[in-house]
């Protein structure tokens, strides 16, 4: 595995393989790696073939973060990273740092950014305003340096994905953006490089998002009528509070291709969540 940190090198490894038409696939993260983006390895890896390069970078994007939020207690452990990707298969780890992806930015020359005004509305937007302008610039900036063919990201982070993939859409870029599906714990928690701050009683109450998310499917299908969203978010959000480190930042039942709000939680609708379990913040989402 080759470990690539300076945008020069990337972009010059990125222009021999599309030369030789050499598939690249590719793993953006933010590090800290789990089960959940080994598996998005494996699809770049599935989707690329063997003649084909995995790439997967490793970058904790300041520009998706407030001043107020865990940018800097956001975990890190590189070398653990490195083996990760190496035991997975993975060609090239692509590792940057500020000063490679924002070099103008300290001095507040940079004023560039790449801005989604549809589906990065509501939601994660409610309370991160300007996470997904973060996202959509720093996704186009990788795309940009590693070229792809194929993207892989976790369904997880539904509406970035979607956001994603309408950023391709609309700027013609020219990457298959592949969506994998969410990799759970045994009792149901979604991984997330962010379990590793809570603590082990925040950890048993964190299930509660799994817990809320099976709730409302089993309430859906029981149910021979549509049911008021408000009146079934109450009742998830009730269920989640009642462990006592747990507070419901958002519930949501909305359409999945447009993301739009829906008054009534049905078959085919998908639902969103998001809290905090301490002074960690979880989101879950699933197709009801």
Request: hydrophobic share 45%; proline share 6%.
């Amino acid at each position: 595995m080759r470990i690539v940190t300076s945008v020069a090198a990337m972009q010059r490894l990125a222009l021999k393989w599309n030369q030789r038409r050499t598939p690249i696939g590719f793993v953006p993260t933010m590090g800290y790696l789990h089960a959940g983006h080994i598996s998005l390895v494996g699809k770049a890896r599935q989707s690329v073939g063997k003649r084909g390069v995995v790439v997967v970078s490793i970058y904790v994007n300041p520009t998706q973060f407030a001043p107020t939020e865990d940018f800097a207690s956001y975990p890190r452990d590189l070398p653990r990273d490195e083996k990760l990707c190496r035991d997975a298969g993975v060609d090239v780890l692509f590792v940057p740092d500020d000063r490679q992806m924002y070099p103008a930015r300290k001095s507040a020359l940079f004023s560039t950014y790449v801005v989604e005004e549809c589906l990065s509305r509501g939601m994660e937007s409610a309370s991160r305003p300007t996470h997904f302008r973060g996202v959509t610039t720093v996704v186009a900036k990788l795309f940009n340096i590693v070229r792809p063919d194929v993207a892989v990201f976790g369904a997880k982070d539904f509406q970035q994905a979607a956001v994603v993939k309408r950023m391709v859409r609309d700027l013609n870029l020219p990457v298959k953006v592949v969506v994998a599906p969410t990799v759970r714990e045994a009792d149901g928690l979604a991984l997330s490089s962010r379990n590793k701050l809570l603590s082990a009683s925040e950890r048993a109450q964190a299930v509660a998002l799994w817990q809320a998310i099976r709730q409302a499917r089993q309430t859906v299908l029981a149910s021979r009528k549509p049911i008021p969203a408000s009146r079934l978010k109450c009742a998830l959000k009730w269920l989640i509070e009642t462990r006592p480190a747990a507070r419901v930042d958002y519930i949501e039942f909305f359409n999945p291709e447009t993301l739009q709000p829906v008054a009534e939680a049905r078959r085919g609708a998908h639902m969103a969540l998001a809290a905090w379990v301490g002074k960690t913040r979880l989101i879950d989402n699933a197709r009801l």
